[in-house]
């Protein structure tokens, strides 16, 4: 019935406190008080959490002892009290139910997918103890099958690789793979050799002579530095070749180790449908080999497959185990129907907040916005387009997302210097009608929440002269590699949300008008928010980032607002200032 994460609140993104505001959100949207609730359910065990910590710190004292003081407090405040705490803050006596951090994860892959038996691979940082696990959905019940464990983590490993070429870890990891095309697998094999023992079923011991975060607060030490040649990259500072050659060579080796996963998960269960979750499944790159490369048929990704997505899984748990209520599955389509679960607002309240800050905009009706909004893509018009309910996952799939025209060679630079605020190596995501895939993609199936990426069509491709082969960087990416130049990364690959009528009626209408057009079934779309901010929630977070901005025009339910008719507005300025924008 609805999900939201706490940061889309309180916008701080990545907002670790507890989630008070989205539970109220949750409350209101089901019409009930906490009082009413039959359980509440936490996606990890915290006693067994608490007890990896202990013996982590206590396994390597005193080295580790400083962040264990640091760790430690925290910890015993906000996780072993949980039960408390929660009951505290909803006013709530009943039962506080928890479920194993990786059991989450599975069971929100697999319960709301399509399949009714799927094997269920499961790939992050860590949980209590797990950090990979393959188990068996059937019906309505998960069977565990194996599980790797800590300290050897896929998750862990990549994001090693996220701190130590400058970004930031649990978010930076989304860049580490973008930037991984413009490098060379320079250092696979240092990487086999030093870093990992890795074996045929997938599985691997990592060598922790080179990590820190057993120990330190840092995810890598000076042995990590000496072997790959320097300290970290200073955050914000240029990416050189290197950065770029490291993301190349840890993307190589993940996605070896998921394919190896893979194989393993298909040899145990003998299923022909795979369900993937789990930090490391937000990889989508790797997810494409999977599906083109892999042993199974089919596959289904939980779009808010990060630790997001472990409250709807310990739900569902708690549904079907506990409350032993019996799974509905209909063929072909998963039960997430667009993952549209968060916050909506009614034209009343979109239009009371409109006047509220004396903004110019007009009232249309659906066809007329469709047509209108249409046509502003074709003129190379970038469009804030706010309609419905909030996504819930990390992507923005059509109802809190920024759209252009995806032929035009400007829109990348533009979109990224001027909207986005980022000199972004990352190209944009195309949003395709489900029907026309094919025909721009090497891509036969769904890819709803955008979880997969596959090659532009080779008809489509440019191919790159000698000169603009020796370019570097950046300016590779401002060569046009196809006839959808904003959404084509240097590889010639994208990131595809293929949409349908049925989970996005507007959306899909809108792209079928931008085709009828232009004969072009694609747009673009980026997250509606800029850099490091999470996306918007409310009509005011929305005008407020496109006041913010150079978004030309802005689509607000059944409002539209042309930038060039609104009002001055005054923080813009000063907001661009303190962020040495312009
Ligand atoms: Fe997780």
């Known amino acids: 019935m609805a999900a939201a994460q706490e940061e889309r609140f309180t916008r701080k993104k990545g907002d670790a406190s507890f989630p008070i505001h989205a539970v109220e959100y ?46 430690g407090p925290l910890w015993i405040k906000e996780k072993l009290y949980m039960d408390r705490q929660i009951r505290d803050a909803l006013g709530y006596e009943g039962e506080v139910l928890y479920a194993e951090h990786h059991e989450s994860h599975a069971a929100s892959a697999f319960f709301p997918s399509p399949f009714e038996e799927a094997a269920i691979l499961t790939m992050d940082g860590v949980g209590e103890w ?38 930031k870890v649990n978010s930076g990891e989304y860049k580490v793979m973008g930037l991984a095309p413009y490098g060379e697998p320079k250092y696979v094999d240092l990487i086999y050799d030093e870093l990992i023992d890795l074996r045929e079923d997938g599985s691997f011991t990592l ?40 993301a190349r060579s840890v993307q190589v080796v993940c996605e070896e180790i998921v394919l190896r996963m893979v194989h393993t998960a298909h040899r145990k269960t003998g299923h022909e449908n795979l369900c993937l979750a789990g930090g490391v499944a937000l990889n989508c790159v790797a997810n494409g080999r999977v599906l083109r490369e892999g042993p199974f048929k ?70 007329t916005l469709i047509k209108r909004a249409g046509e502003l893509l074709t003129q190379e018009k970038v469009i804030g387009w706010f309609n419905g309910r909030m996504e819930f996952g990390p992507r923005a799939l059509g109802s809190r997302s920024i759209l252009g025209d995806p032929r035009s060679s400007r829109m990348q630079a533009q979109m990224n210097l001027k909207i986005k605020f980022r000199e972004s190596f990352r190209p944009f995501a195309p949003s395709v009608l489900r029907e026309r895939v094919s025909d721009y993609f090497d891509l036969e199936c769904d890819s709803p929440y955008m979880l997969l990426v596959a090659p532009v069509k080779t008809e489509r491709q440019i191919p790159m002269t000698e000169e603009q082969r020796r370019l570097w960087g950046i300016e590779k990416l401002n060569v046009a ?9 240097v590889d010639y690959s994208a990131r595809i949300q293929t949409v349908t009528r049925e989970t996005n009626p507007d959306y899909y209408d ?25 996306i918007v929630c409310t009509p005011a977070d929305a005008h407020t980032c496109f006041m913010r901005t150079h978004i030309d025009y802005l689509v607000l339910g059944p409002f539209l607002l042309d930038k060039a008719e609104q009002p001055e507005w005054q923080e813009a300025e000063d907001w661009r200032k303190q962020f040495q924008l312009d």
């Open 26 to 71: 949750c409350l209101r949207e089901g019409g009930i008080e906490a009082g009413q609730l039959a359980y509440v359910g936490f996606y990890d065990k915290p006693l067994l959490k608490f007890e990896r910590i202990l013996e982590t710190y206590l396994g390597v004292a005193p080295r580790g002892f400083q962040s264990f003081l640091q760790a």
């Open 130 to 167: 797990a950090t990979a696990s393959i188990s068996i959905g059937r019906d309505s019940d998960i069977e565990l099958l194996d599980e790797l464990y800590w300290p050897d983590s896929l998750g862990l490993l990549y994001s090693a690789f996220t701190y130590y070429t400058g970004f």
């Open 207 to 246: 060598n922790q002579k080179y990590f820190d975060y057993l120990t330190g607060l840092t995810m890598t030490n000076g042995h990590f530095n000496q072997l790959f040649g320097g300290p970290p990259r200073v955050p914000e500072t240029k990416i050189s070749q290197r950065e770029m050659d490291l």
């Open 298 to 367: 089919r596959l289904w990704i939980q779009p808010a497959a990060g630790d997001a997505g472990g409250a709807l899984g310990v739900a569902q748990l708690i549904w079907h185990r506990q409350c032993k209520q019996p799974r509905r599955i209909t063929p072909g389509e998963d039960s997430m129907r667009g993952a549209y679960l968060g916050p909506s607002f009614s034209p009343r309240e979109i239009e009371d907040f409109l006047k509220s800050v004396g903004a110019v905009y007009e009232r249309l009706d659906r066809e």
């Open 481 to 489: 590699r196809s006839d959808i130049p904003a959404v084509t990364h």
């Open 510 to 534: 809108l792209i079928k008008e931008f085709e009828r057009l232009t004969g072009c079934p694609v747009i673009v779309n980026t997250s509606f928010n800029v850099r490091g901010e999470p």
